[in-house]
């Protein structure tokens, strides 16, 4: 087989390179797909919910030290305990469960380190071995280098949230308010919020929106934690609600809020705050 080799335009423009590979098509990155992380600002490859939750039961076993410690580059659970978390199709298990392992062990991240102005791509995992009823993840050196330096109480850290939703869009709803947590007031239009969710391909009214996706998915995460208080609402033109308004408080704030109002509160147009810009 014969080789032809092309030269490459000395002209090659890096940073629109980097723009397309954290921005592909464009677009700016979904919430839940970003990564900023101190000098580190990156892209998620997109995840299902069965490959979210594979990721989070990996990153829960791990054990991020102090500063100046070692991590750990492996962790392992029961096998029992994984397929719990994941909660697979019985009827198909062997299959469902090489064919996921497959999947996710494709995925990562793209990672720009703004000092150096480095663009690095690299995978979540090296390996993903079974051995005598555990599984064992290792991690790439990247992956821990971002895992060891983020705030232990950032989300990003604590992905073992995310383990016990088991609500088909729960995990994809938690994303959404999380990242809406420091905005104040954070609106999102009907299309926007189904791509966010993976609606896209559906029909859903706003009505059903809310009442077969954002209510039951709400509730589960209120079930769970208390450190995390919502408020939400339509936005209308005329008389077609065209969007979502969230309101979200976490913490020691969230727990005093709640104590107050335990329950999630879905507010009517009139009940908008005003958002501070």
């Not at 609500?167 to 239009?189: C, M, P, Q, R």
Request: net charge neutral; glycine share 6%.
């Amino acid at each position: 087989m014969d080789i032809v080799m092309k030269k490459v335009s000395e002209a090659f423009d890096s940073e629109q390179f980097v723009s397309v590979a954290l921005h592909p098509e464009g677009l700016t990155a979904n919430p839940n797909k970003s990564i900023n992380v101190g000098n580190v600002i990156g892209r998620r490859d997109p995840l299902t919910e069965l490959q979210q939750k594979m990721l989070t039961a990996a990153i829960s076993q791990l054990q991020v030290p102090k500063t100046g410690e070692s991590t750990q580059s492996e962790c392992g659970m029961p096998i029992s305990d994984f397929l719990e978390v994941c909660d697979l199709d019985s009827n198909r298990l062997y299959a469902s469960l090489v064919n996921e392992l497959e999947k996710v062990s494709t995925k990562g991240v793209w990672l720009y380190e703004k000092n150096s102005q480095r663009l690095i791509r690299t995978q979540w995992f090296q390996s993903i071995e079974y051995t005598e009823k555990r599984i064992t993840f290792q991690f790439t050196d990247r992956i821990l280098h971002l895992i060891a330096t983020m705030d232990p109480n950032d989300f990003e850290c604590q992905l073992i949230k995310g383990i016990q939703y088991r609500g088909k869009h729960t995990l994809a709803v938690f994303d959404i308010i999380w990242s809406s947590k420091a905005n104040g007031i954070t609106e999102y239009t009907i299309p926007e919020l189904m791509k966010l969710l993976s609606l896209e391909h559906t029909r859903y009214s706003y009505g059903q929106l809310k009442l077969r996706v954002l209510e039951p998915s709400l509730q589960e995460i209120y079930d769970w934690d208390n450190a995390i208080f919502v408020r939400f609402g339509p936005t209308f033109s005329g008389r077609r609600a065209e969007g979502i308004w969230f309101e979200v408080k976490t913490g020691e704030e969230a727990r005093k809020m709640r104590e107050k109002e335990p329950e999630f509160k879905f507010a009517l147009p009139e009940q908008k705050p005003i958002k501070i810009r």
